[in-house]
């Protein structure tokens, strides 16, 4: 955190039960640096640890409603489409993330700058947020000549 200053953090574990000594240390660093924790996929554990919001995947567009009226306050979703950022929009997603943008290992065919370059964001009331092979400065350099200025990453964060 020293070197890079993110927003937001998601914490995503897909290979195991949740671990709530893990829980509670990924918290209290975002709350040491003053980062909002989203945790991944599940609202009634990100609603019972106190994360302030949940990060919906691609099968999950239903739940951002659900997460809306338990009134968590940030609700992101993961999107591969335009078609899934409108819908994901109407929905009530604060937060949506587009990928891959660029090539990731098993995630299929980059959408590209030139898919960045199509939104308008004043057409959606969430922030968009590029993802996807993320990893270098260059990339990043591409991404700042979008509309789209927000971007999510792991490789680039570690």
């Given at each position: 955190?020293?070197?890079?200053?993110?927003?937001?953090a998601a914490y995503r574990d897909?290979?195991?039960?949740?671990?709530?000594?893990?829980?509670?240390?990924?918290?209290?660093?975002?709350?040491?640096?003053?980062?909002?924790?989203?945790?991944?996929?599940?609202?009634?554990?990100?609603?019972?640890?106190?994360?302030?919001?949940?990060?919906?995947?691609?099968?999950?567009?239903?739940?951002?409603?659900?997460?809306?009226?338990?009134?968590?306050?940030?609700?992101?979703?993961?999107?591969?489409s335009l078609q899934e950022i409108?819908?994901?929009?109407?929905?009530?997603?604060?937060?949506?993330?587009?990928?891959?943008?660029?090539?990731?290992?098993?995630?299929?065919?980059?959408?590209?700058?030139?898919?960045?370059?199509?939104?308008?964001?004043?057409?959606?009331?969430?922030?968009?947020?590029?993802?996807?092979?993320?990893?270098?400065?260059?990339?990043?350099?591409?991404?700042?000549?979008?509309?789209?200025?927000?971007?999510?990453?792991?490789?680039?964060?570690?």
């Amino acid at each position: 955190m020293e070197r890079h200053k993110p927003h937001f953090a998601a914490y995503r574990d897909k290979d195991s039960n949740f671990n709530p000594a893990l829980i509670e240390v990924f918290l209290s660093i975002n709350q040491k640096h003053k980062i909002v924790s989203l945790l991944n996929s599940n609202i009634n554990l990100a609603l019972e640890f106190g994360f302030e919001g949940v990060h919906c995947n691609g099968s999950q567009m239903q739940q951002i409603k659900v997460a809306r009226e338990k009134k968590l306050p940030f609700v992101f979703f993961s999107a591969h489409s335009l078609q899934e950022i409108q819908e994901a929009d109407k929905q009530g997603a604060n937060g949506i993330t587009i990928s891959p943008i660029f090539q990731t290992p098993n995630k299929g065919t980059p959408l590209g700058i030139e898919f960045l370059n199509s939104l308008e964001p004043a057409n959606f009331k969430a922030e968009i947020f590029a993802l996807g092979g993320i990893i270098s400065q260059q990339q990043i350099q591409e991404l700042t000549t979008t509309k789209i200025q927000n971007f999510a990453s792991i490789r680039y964060f570690l």
